[in-house]
């Protein structure tokens, strides 16, 4: 089974709202990731946790910010986003930093 | 110089064909290489991986890896129209825990 899950499936918020990304896996996996994707562009990587610790951040705005509550869990924080920040955002988990595994991923829209 | 290229496409195949995805890299460091195919409007989703010199097989797929060319390709035997979608070729990069795309190949399989 190389099942992520993601909640919810889509979220409409305005710039002064706070909300949260969920993502769930239950392969055992030990690294978690949270990307971002833009139409017709790659996912680019924001956060990797390794065995619950935050290992890498790549630069994001602080109005991002991600939790690993445990080795099955990562949210996603958002606050006072700007409409540059609607894309699609993924969740992915892998053993090891090898193959990673995507959730369906919630499609995010500021207004 | 983008650390994994690949034509954007649309590369277009008739039905039953064999498609042809390619893909270059720069990190000579990099070991382990990637292919995900995402729907339009889904998420990616891997489809081989493969992590030594030579071709890898399964089902109708080939992943072939080239290290001293720095080159990786995915062929799809017998194409069909279901297997439209953009690809991506991915590597891990920048000391193992770094999974970075390429901008990805859209194809089309003609009927």
């Known amino acids: 089974d190389t099942e992520v899950t993601q909640t919810p499936k889509h979220l409409v918020m305005g710039m002064t709202n706070k909300k949260s990304l969920k993502c769930e896996q239950h392969?055992?996996?030990?690294?978690m990731y949270w990307y971002k994707q833009k139409a017709k562009k790659p996912p680019e990587l924001m956060f990797v946790?390794?065995?619950?610790?935050?290992?890498i951040n790549e630069s994001v705005p602080s109005r991002f910010s991600p939790e690993c509550p445990n080795s099955s869990l990562l949210n996603l924080h958002l606050h006072a986003l700007q409409p540059e920040d609607s894309a699609l955002y993924l969740c992915?988990?892998?053993?090891?930093?090898?193959?990673?595994?995507f959730g369906p991923g919630t499609r995010l829209t500021v207004t | 110089q983008k650390e994994v290229e690949q034509n954007s496409g649309p590369l277009s195949v008739p039905e039953g064909a064999i498609a042809s995805l390619n893909c270059t890299y720069s990190?000579?460091?990099?070991?382990?290489f990637f292919w995900y195919r995402q729907y339009s409007g889904k998420s990616p989703e891997l489809i081989m991986f493969?992590?030594?010199?030579g071709d890898k097989e399964d089902g109708r797929f080939t992943a072939q890896l080239n290290k001293a060319s720095q080159y990786v390709s995915l062929l799809i035997r017998d194409s069909q129209p279901s297997d439209s979608a953009t690809y991506l070729c991915?590597?891990?990069?920048?000391?193992?825990?770094?999974?970075?795309f390429g901008t990805g190949t859209q194809l089309k399989v003609e009927l």
């Open positions: 392969m055992g996996h030990r690294a």
């Open positions: 946790y390794s065995y619950e610790k935050l290992s």
């Open positions: 991915a590597a891990i990069t920048g000391g193992g825990n770094k999974l970075t």
């Open positions: 992915a988990s892998s053993q090891d930093h090898y193959e990673q595994y």
């Open positions: 493969i992590y030594s010199n």
């Open positions: 990190d000579r460091g990099s070991q382990s």
